[in-house]
């Protein structure tokens, strides 16, 4: 059922997902909890599976960039799921993976139906968590504010229920959404919100992840010495509870950090470690969004094939994918390096290409930019 490679990409995508959700794991080695991965060989035996591992397969292999077999996956398990809650899972899962393939009124019309079935079921705890997912998927394509409107509403329905490490979560993104507004106070005070309840549940890594978010607003505030000391708490934390996901995340911001401080040599040294601590765990989608920051450095230096190479390696990573949205992104960001070459006949070509993605993908902030960057180029 699967390549030697998507096996291994697989594992590696398992067993980080399965320390990121069990702290107990997370010093047991890699090889260790690799061992005991047991992969169907074929859709007949994957049948054979309950709904709701298939579902962790899903989103395993959603989680590495295999959508196409994480779709084959959930469109097979979809029958056997229809009489049981893990059908939520499944249209849920479909959900996230049409909206990353641009797909987005079938993505939004999927969503609506799961919050159709938790409302008629009464499975308050799914809606809790469905409306947090609709706000971060809002929240992607920049529409901040229904992400924020959904953010409210699973928070409301957590702190109902009781669910403090939820209740964490949804304040650390309206922290998030907050920090894409340029409003920091408020970003400052969700995600102190945020700290402090994921200190409660006894989470240091989510503690850790909200740190380094406090480390992001600094940095758009220009605050780097309040940056490096939230993202260097972020860091220790994260190491400590091993917690790759967010180091990953950590090294890449305090490589922005450096790159404020025109310090371009530590700024890639922390971008090519992030991409390297994302590529271990199979994390392919977050490995591409360094390896664009990558080719940023260079095309800020001026060599021009080492921008190009990282460009296109991240555009090739996000097409496998199928993520118009990042997709977009890649383009994007290629035809600046195009235009700066004085290639404008192949900068107008991606920049307009990036522009009806945005447009399809539904981010209107992204859409207008490429298409100022259009007629700036003479494409208008």
């Known amino acids: 059922m699967f390549t030697p490679e998507e096996r291994e990409d697989l594992v590696k995508a398992i067993v980080g997902l399965a320390k990121e959700a069990q702290p107990a794991l997370r010093d047991v080695p890699d090889e260790d909890i690799a061992r005991q991965v047991r992969l169907p060989s074929s859709l007949e035996e994957l049948r054979e599976r309950p709904p709701a591992e298939c579902c962790a397969l899903a989103f395993a292999l959603l989680e590495s960039g295999k959508w196409e077999r994480a779709e084959e996956i959930l469109v097979h398990t979809e029958p056997r799921a229809r009489e049981s809650a893990d059908i939520l899972n499944v249209k849920s899962l479909l959900a996230r993976l049409k909206c990353g393939r641009g797909e987005l009124h079938e993505s939004m019309d999927l969503y609506k139906e799961c919050v159709r079935i938790a409302q008629d079921t009464q499975n308050e705890a799914e809606l809790a968590r469905l409306y ?31 669910n403090v490490s939820a209740q964490a979560t949804e304040y650390g993104n309206l922290g998030s959404v907050f920090r894409q507004l340029g409003k920091s106070a408020q ?17 240091e890594g989510a503690v850790g992840k909200w740190h380094g978010h406090i480390g992001c607003v ?3 505030e220009g605050d780097l010495a309040g940056a490096s000391a939230s993202l260097e708490k972020a860091l220790a934390l994260a190491e400590k509870v091993g917690d790759r996901m967010t180091i990953a995340s950590v090294l890449g911001s305090l490589g922005t950090v450096h790159h404020e ?43 021009v ?72 180029l003479g494409g208008g």
């Open 305 to 376: 094939a080492k921008a190009e190479a990282a460009y296109k390696d991240a555009l090739a990573i996000f097409e496998r994918i199928g993520d118009r949205h990042r997709i977009a992104k890649a383009l994007l960001n290629l035809s600046f390096l195009q235009q700066q070459c004085g290639n404008t006949e192949q900068a107008l070509r991606n920049c307009a290409k990036a522009e009806e993605y945005f447009t399809e993908v539904g981010d209107s902030r992204m859409a207008a930019e490429a298409a100022a960057a259009r007629e700036r």
């Open 187 to 203: 970003a400052k005070d969700a995600l102190e919100n945020a700290i402090a309840l994921a200190q409660k549940a006894g989470d």
């Open 261 to 303: 401080k025109g310090d371009d040599d530590e700024a890639l040294k922390h971008y090519e470690a992030a991409a390297e601590e994302l590529g271990r765990i199979g994390a392919e989608p977050s490995k591409a969004v360094w390896i664009m920051n990558i080719g940023s450095i260079h095309r800020g230096r001026g060599d």
């Open 218 to 220: 600094c940095l758009a």
């Open 132 to 162: 947090g997912e609709i706000g971060l998927i809002f929240s992607d394509r920049g529409d901040y504010t229904r992400a924020l409107e959904y953010h409210r509403k699973s928070l409301e329905e957590h702190s109902r229920l009781g």
